[in-house]
């Protein structure tokens, strides 16, 4: 006679559930690493490209400086003579004011020449007008 085969112990029905249970994570972390692969690619490209756009920025900033930096060097030649007129004494508000926007606008620009200290008088009127003179 054929004998009968054991029933499932409680721990070969719990082995069993155990690895399926196991099997199914195996499936889910193999997605997960997929979908975490493909998230750092995108991160990646996305990444690259706003370097480039940095890049491209910087690189218009830079050139944009240089062609204003141009413009602007090639007025010193018409704002140093003025900038260093002598101021008479008896000059007026605009004549004061045009030598002083010279000397501002020599000032701000990158301009090779080196502006004078202002003049005694220049000093005087720009008080008695109240123009701040640059120095």
Request: glycine share 6%.
């Amino acid at each position: 006679m054929a004998e009968k085969p054991d029933p499932p112990t409680p721990t070969s029905e719990l082995d069993e559930t155990l690895k399926g249970v196991a099997d199914e994570t195996n499936k889910l972390l193999k997605r997960i690493i997929m979908v975490m692969g493909v998230v750092m690619a995108v991160m990646a490209v996305a990444l690259v490209a706003v370097i480039v756009v940095a890049v491209i920025l910087v690189r218009n900033a830079v050139t944009e400086k240089s062609r204003v930096d141009s413009y602007l060097s090639g007025q010193c030649p018409f704002f140093y003579p003025v900038a260093v007129l002598p101021v008479p004494a008896n000059t007026t508000r605009l004549g004061v004011d045009l030598v002083e926007g010279a000397r501002t606008a020599l000032a701000r620009q990158a301009c090779p020449e080196k502006i004078p200290p202002p003049s005694k008088e220049l000093l005087l009127l720009g008080r008695k007008y109240g123009i701040p003179i640059t120095y």
